[in-house]
């Protein structure tokens, strides 16, 4: 499968994954989606990202959570969407299963990527 296959297919997934947050009653907002290749060194320079980002092949996007109006940071709040979103598709990453947890992340897999 070529990486433009793959993102349109990402891009069906991450529609169904929020047509089911509002029919489930969370709300969401677009926290990162693409990331440039520098944007993703300068964040793993300081600790809080990876130079080989998904993110910069346009196969991850990072959703900010709200229950009742209220913002979910945490990892817990995401699990519901985490394990919906690990159902669409056998190449859905949640970031809740990462070693570092990073509960509001969904992406892709590729070439070894996550």
């Known amino acids: 499968m070529t990486l433009s296959e793959k993102q349109r ?3 069906e997934c991450i ?6 947050c509002y029919e489930n009653g969370f709300e969401l907002t677009f926290g990162d989606a693409f990331r440039s290749p520098e944007q993703a060194a300068a964040n ?6 990876i ?31 985490g394990d919906y979103w690990k159902s669409l598709d056998p190449d859905a990453r949640w970031g809740g299963d990462f070693k570092r947890q990073d509960g509001n992340h969904y992406s892709f897999s590729h070439e070894g990527r996550a």
């Open 9 to 11: 297919r990402f891009t």
């Open 15 to 20: 529609g169904k994954l929020i047509s089911w």
């Open 44 to 49: 793993a320079a300081a600790g809080t990202g």
């Open 51 to 81: 130079a080989n980002s998904v993110h910069t092949i346009r196969l991850a996007v990072d959703f900010n959570l709200f229950v009742d109006g209220a913002y979910k940071a945490d990892t817990e709040s995401h699990r519901p969407l």
